[in-house]
C-alpha cells in the first residue's frame, strides 16, 4: 500500500507515519503542503510513464526495480487545507483512483462553498491514527492491495549477515552457512549439522579476513534460539558478575543488531532484546555505582554501537541511582533505551557522531544513505521499539530524544529543555558521558575533565540535577 501523506507539520506527520507504520507494512511518501503534494502526484505518474518505456526498452532490471512500486498512491490522506481543492481537482483531472481521505470534516463543511464532492471518506478529530487505519484496512481488502516493498532485488535480501568467531557458539551449526562473493553470488561452505572450530576460525576470520559469514534470513530462529537459551541460562543462575553478563549481551546484541538489518523485528529477536535487557539489569544489581563503572571501563574494547550502548546503560542506572532511582523499572527502561537508541545504524563511526553539524562536517566519510540514516535514526529506532510490545513507557520517548540539547540545537525536533523528559536527560548526559570516556585513552578522560567540558550544556531545568550529582560524585571518591 502506497500512500501520499500530507500536513503542515512535521510532528503531526512523523505520529501519524508512527501510528501506521507500527501495525501495517506500507509506505509513506509525506509533504508539507498541497503543493508539494501534488509534485510528489506528478513524481509518481511520470515514473508510471518512465517504468511503461523501460520495460518497452527492455532495460536494466536495477532500473526498473528502483521505479517499480512508486507509480501511483493507493491513498491520499491530507488535513482539511483551504487549498485541498487543488488536490481534488488534479485527482479529478488526472482519473487518478486514489482514495482522498480527509481529516477535519467540521472545517471541510464550513466552507460549503467550495466542491468538496471528490473526497471519497473522513476520518474523525478524536483518534485520527486509529480512524485512519481503519479506513486503510478496508481499503486494501476491498481493492486487494498487497504490500509494496522498496525491493533492491539482490541476494543480500535473503542473506543475513553473521560475525563469523560467533559461529563457535552455535557449533554444530543449526543452519546451512555461505559466504558472500557478490550481491548477486553467495556459495555454500559449511552445511548444516558440521562443526565450525578454531582452525576454521582461523583460516576464514584470522588469514582471510572473513568478518561476516552469511545464513539465509529464513533460517535464523536456531541460531537466535542459541542465544536466548544462553542468556536465560544466565537469568537463571543466582548470581551473575557484570563481566559474564557483557560477553553474552554484546553478542546478542550485535547479532540482533545484524539481524534487524536484514530481516523484520520477529518474536525473537524482540524475546532476545528484552533477556539481554533483564540479564544487564540483573548484573548490574540494585545500587551500581558510577565510580565502579568507570574503572571497568579500562578493558573495554570492541565495536563502538555496543560497547557505547552498553555504557551508557550501566552510566544511566548508576546515576538514577545516585539520584536515589533505585527501582528495577527505572533500570530496565534506561537498559532498553541504550541497547536500542542507535540499533538502526551499522556503521560504527557513524554512530560516534554526536550532532547534525558534525554530520555535515564529516558527510565525506559517509554515503548519502548512511547520512539519511543517521538523521533519521532516534525516529526509526523509537518506532522499532515502539513495535515490541510489553516494554516500559518512556522507551521510545527517551529514545527519540537522545540527541536533543538543552538549548534546542538537537535534533529531530529541536526540543528546549523543559521538553526534554527527567530520563531523557539523565540518558542524554550518560550517553555523552560514555561517548567521552571511550574517545579518550586510558587515564585521560575522567570525571572531573568531563564536567569541566561539557558543563555549559548542562546548566539548564533537569540537566543541572544530574550534573550536580555527577560533581558530588568526583568530589566524593577523589
Ligand atoms: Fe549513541
Ligand atoms: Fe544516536
Not at 91 to 101: C, M, P, R, T
Not at 204 to 218: H, I, R
Not at 245 to 274: C, G, I, N, W
Amino acid at each position: 500500500m502506497n500512500l501520499l501523506l500530507i500536513d503542515r507539520e512535521s510532528y503531526t506527520r512523523d505520529m501519524i507515519r508512527f501510528g501506521l507504520q507500527a501495525e501495517m507494512d506500507m509506505q509513506i511518501i509525506d509533504a508539507s503542503s498541497c503543493q508539494e503534494g501534488i509534485e510528489k502526484l506528478e513524481q509518481f505518474k511520470a515514473n508510471k510513464k518512465a517504468l511503461e518505456l523501460l520495460k518497452k526498452a527492455s532495460a536494466d532490471e536495477a532500473a526498473i526495480l528502483a521505479l517499480d512500486g512508486k507509480t501511483h498512491f493507493d491513498a491520499v490522506f491530507c488535513a482539511y487545507e483551504a487549498d485541498i481543492l487543488n488536490i481534488i481537482n488534479w485527482l479529478k483531472e488526472h482519473d487518478d483512483k486514489a482514495e482522498l481521505i480527509v481529516w477535519n470534516k467540521a472545517r471541510a463543511e464550513n466552507v460549503m462553498e467550495q466542491d468538496t464532492s471528490g473526497i471519497h471518506t473522513y476520518v474523525v478529530d478524536e483518534d485520527v491514527v486509529e480512524s485512519l487505519k481503519e479506513r486503510l484496512r478496508t481499503l486494501m481488502v476491498d481493492r486487494e492491495i498487497t504490500v509494496a516493498r522498496p525491493q533492491t532485488g539482490t541476494l543480500d535480501d535473503i542473506y543475513c549477515p553473521i560475525r563469523t568467531p560467533l559461529l563457535i557458539r552455535i557449533s554444530p551449526l543449526t543452519s546451512d552457512i555461505y559466504i558472500r562473493l557478490s550481491e548477486k553470488k553467495y556459495v555454500k561452505i559449511f552445511p548444516e549439522g558440521e562443526t565450525f572450530d578454531q582452525d576454521d576460525l582461523q583460516k576464514y576470520y584470522s588469514k582471510k579476513g572473513v568478518e561476516y559469514l552469511f545464513l539465509k534470513k529464513d533460517e535464523t530462529s536456531e541460531f537466535l534460539g542459541k542465544f536466548q537459551s544462553d542468556l536465560d541460562a544466565l537469568i537463571a543462575k543466582s548470581d551473575i558478575t557484570i563481566e559474564e553478563a557483557d560477553v553474552a549481551v554484546s553478542e546478542a546484541y550485535e547479532t540482533v543488531q545484524e539481524l534487524l538489518q536484514r530481516a523484520s523485528l520477529t518474536e525473537e529477536l524482540k524475546e532476545v532484546a528484552r533477556t539481554a535487557v533483564m540479564v544487564t539489569v540483573k548484573s548490574m544489581g540494585f545500587q551500581p555505582e558510577l565510580k565502579k563503572i568507570l574503572e571497568r571501563l579500562k578493558d573495554n574494547k570492541g565495536h563502538y554501537i555496543s560497547s557505547h550502548s552498553m555504557l551508557t546503560a550501566h552510566l544511566a542506572c548508576a546515576i538514577s541511582a545516585g539520584m536515589s532511582w533505585q527501582s528495577s523499572a527505572t533500570y530496565e527502561k534506561l537498559t532498553l533505551a541504550a541497547f536500542m537508541h542507535d540499533i538502526t545504524l551499522t556503521n560504527d563511526s557513524l554512530a560516534a557522531v554526536q550532532s547534525l553539524d558534525e554530520l555535515e562536517e564529516r558527510k565525506l566519510e559517509f554515503t548519502d544513505e548512511e547520512v539519511k540514516a543517521f538523521r533519521n535514526h532516534p525516529m526509526d529506532a523509537s518506532n522499532l521499539v515502539y513495535q515490541m510490545k510489553r516494554i516500559p513507557a518512556d522507551v521510545d520517548v527517551i529514545i527519540n530524544q537522545h540527541h536533543e540539547r538543552t538549548d534546542g540545537s538537537g535534533f529531530p525536533r529541536g526540543l528546549m529543555h523543559m521538553h526534554i523528559g527527567y530520563l531523557s536527560c539523565i540518558f542524554i548526559i550518560s550517553h555523552d558521558l560514555a561517548h567521552f570516556m571511550l574517545s579518550h585513552k586510558q587515564h585521560e578522560g575522567t570525571l572531573e575533565e568531563f564536567v569541566a567540558t561539557h558543563k555549559k550544556h548542562y546548566l539548564r531545568g533537569n540537566f543541572q540535577k544530574v550534573l550536580d550529582l555527577i560533581v558530588s560524585e568526583y568530589v566524593r571518591t577523589s
